[in-house]
């Protein structure tokens, strides 16, 4: 029984991995040497690493942050990620400065979160962002961090927050519609069954996860069926690196390993120009793993994963709870 069970999960991954082939051949080049894969069935495409919104607020000075921000765009990565709540604004603020310069804005297909569940809360999230981001549209926006039963009803009721993000499309505010998270695989499945096309699905992808609670074995595959952009994160297990430093992997196999699957970006954690300039070699120079380094990686991360310890996001609570709390108190 153990080992047919292995057999299975070796097969859904590999299987996994064949998909990511065919994506890995619909990539292009950008003008900025990036390559580029298809968000879903938008029409649009972005490049296959994208520039991590809170690791921007968590740069310590803000004139560094904006020189990395523009270093990124100048060297091609034009897919910036964002959210309403990270470091209280202030990662949306940095980047609205940095885009404000020249032309970047122009340059960068941008996607930011919201955290709200009503419509209220949801016009409030975006009419911060629109401002922070000092831009006029959102190209890509996120309800974030799907992680409660009573998300999926909350976003699609009379007063939810999915109403507002379709008005706001009307408007021209935002361009696509997707959801994030990163808790349980279950909660996204819900939101999947739900009567809306979406444009993109955020969820942990990595070496860990494919043993524990996984979304690239249970949620990628419907995305995939269902041609939804998919964008990847975590790669390095946390926004401090706990593979790379527990595991002893390197981060660019990591991010390799990532970008094998059928996804169509990965978010970075991005904190220095070394670490802006190790993606940037990783992607450029991108090629998908052999069947046999990824049974390698799985194999040396099958123990450390199997308690999910080390993936704390999947066993904590992370990402508007606010929201959840203000309701509750009434």
């Known amino acids: 029984m153990i080992a047919s069970s292995r057999r299975e999960f070796l097969q859904t991954v590999l299987g996994g991995l064949a998909l990511g082939r065919m994506a890995f051949a619909s990539q292009e080049t950008s003008a900025g040497g990036l390559p580029t894969r298809p968000l879903g069935n938008t029409g649009e495409r972005v490049t296959i690493i994208g520039l991590g919104g809170w690791d921007v607020g968590a740069v310590r000075e803000k004139k560094e942050a904006l020189a990395i921000m523009h270093e990124a765009v100048d060297n091609g990565l034009t897919f910036f990620d964002n959210c309403w709540e990270y470091h209280q604004g202030r990662s949306e603020e940095w980047m609205g400065e940095a885009m404000a310069e020249g032309k970047y804005r122009d340059k960068v297909f941008l996607m930011t979160k919201v955290c709200g569940r009503d419509a209220k809360t949801a016009q ?29 009803d909350l976003i699609f009721g009379e007063n939810g927050a999915l109403a507002y993000a379709l008005k706001a499309q009307k408007e021209g ?88 699957l059928p996804i169509t970006s990965l978010i ?38 199997a308690s999910g310890q080390i993936e704390q996001y999947k066993v904590g609570n992370y990402g508007c709870d606010w929201w959840h709390n203000l309701q509750k108190q009434g």
């Open 124 to 152: 409030q999230n975006l009419e911060d962002s629109l401002r922070r981001l000092r831009t006029d549209h959102i190209d890509l926006w996120q309800f974030h961090g799907i992680q409660w039963d009573d998300d999926p």
């Open 173 to 260: 505010k935002v361009r696509y519609i997707g959801f994030t998270g990163h808790k349980h695989p279950r909660f996204h499945l819900a939101m999947l069954q739900k009567p809306y096309e979406w444009a993109s699905v955020q969820m942990p992808i990595n070496v860990l996860d494919a043993h524990y609670e996984s979304f690239q074995k249970q949620v990628l595959p419907e995305c995939v069926k269902r041609n939804i952009g998919v964008i990847g994160m975590k790669a390095l297990g946390s926004q401090n690196g706990r593979i790379p430093r527990e595991l002893g992997i390197p981060a660019p196999l990591l991010r390799r390993f990532a970008l094998s």
């Open 268 to 305: 970075c954690g991005i904190q220095s120009r070394e670490n802006l300039r190790q993606d940037l070699a990783m992607a450029r120079d991108f090629q998908p793993l052999s069947e046999e380094e990824v049974k390698e990686l799985l194999a040396k991360a099958a123990g450390p994963a």
